[in-house]
């Protein structure tokens, strides 16, 4: 009889995990080890966005309750939604309203997505958003977006300009994963795994474009010049490097815009005073 009930526990407990896993895309893992604990609503906020952009959504939707989840009708809808995003950004954050347990935010959001042709569409949102505390954390429990501005960019040129500015945003920003996801396959191996490639941006304070210039055009593919402006922090000194670049921007249909390939030359290099 011990056997028999120690077995209907066992099968229980394997039929609990199987149901949860199967609801989070994170495998079951527990909530309070997918996203840090103590933040407050802004940063909660802004983690969200944070993994919007660096695609990973299934710990975007781990930080919402499951009203809201159902807002979206499961995860593979709320997936869908931002599939072509990768960039999403949220500024000028106000806190509208807040008790213990609510709160109650206004901010501008900006996002790029991938648009079906070789372009990219920028649009920017007047936007609002309600969070409640969930066993002692923020949750995002529903939201509002007016659409202020869309922009499709005209054309590969102005499209690719874009994508190699928002690489090095993302850089600025520390969103390596969001970086690492708009590189070709090819050009990734040249850093050899996600950790080196980050490890080559740890003291990396900002990655600056400009003066870009298109070199070589294709229809799925062009080649810019642009001139890269880097800021380094280290305990020894900052360093500020100044590069004259090449970079290839492809566009994958069905996939959107990757970086194939990259080279920076320095020609500049001073030490600033510590900042």
């Not at 781990?62 to 995003?85: C, Q, R, V």
């Not at 501008?108 to 649009?123: C, H, N, R, V």
């Not at 062009?222 to 360093?239: F, G, I, M, S």
Request: hydrophobic share 40%; aromatic share 12%.
């Amino acid at each position: 009889m011990k056997k028999i009930i120690t077995l209907v526990l066992w099968t229980m407990c394997l039929l609990a995990f199987t149901v949860t896993a199967f609801a989070n895309p994170y495998g079951g893992v527990p909530r309070s080890l997918t996203f840090p604990p103590d933040m407050t609503p802004v940063e909660t906020l802004q983690y969200f966005h944070h993994k919007i952009t660096d695609r990973d959504l299934g710990m975007a939707y781990d930080i919402l309750t499951e009203d809201y989840k159902n807002f979206f009708k499961g995860y593979g809808a709320f997936e869908k939604g931002y599939a072509t995003t990768f960039t999403s950004r949220p500024e000028n954050i106000r806190v509208l309203e807040q008790t213990e347990n609510f709160a109650r935010l206004a901010y501008t959001l900006k996002a790029q997505d991938f648009g079906d042709e070789a372009q990219i569409i920028e649009q920017e949102f007047e936007c609002g958003m309600a969070l409640v505390k969930v066993h002692g954390s923020w949750m995002l429990d529903g939201g509002t977006g007016k659409l202020l501005r869309r922009t499709v960019l005209p054309g590969m040129h102005a499209s690719a300009e874009a994508v190699l500015k928002g690489y090095h945003e993302c850089i600025t920003h520390k969103e390596m994963r969001a970086a690492w996801n708009l590189l070709g396959d090819a050009y990734k191996k040249s850093f050899g795994d996600f950790p080196q490639f980050c490890e080559g941006f740890k003291t990396t304070a900002s990655s600056t474009v400009s003066e870009v210039t298109p070199v070589a055009d294709g229809p799925f593919a062009t080649a810019l010049e642009y001139k890269l402006t880097a800021k380094d922090v280290t305990p020894e000194a900052n360093v500020v490097q100044v590069f004259k670049g090449m970079a290839e921007i492809e566009f994958i249909p069905g996939k959107g815009f990757a970086i194939k390939s990259a080279s920076n030359k320095l020609i500049d290099r001073y030490f600033p005073p510590k900042w």
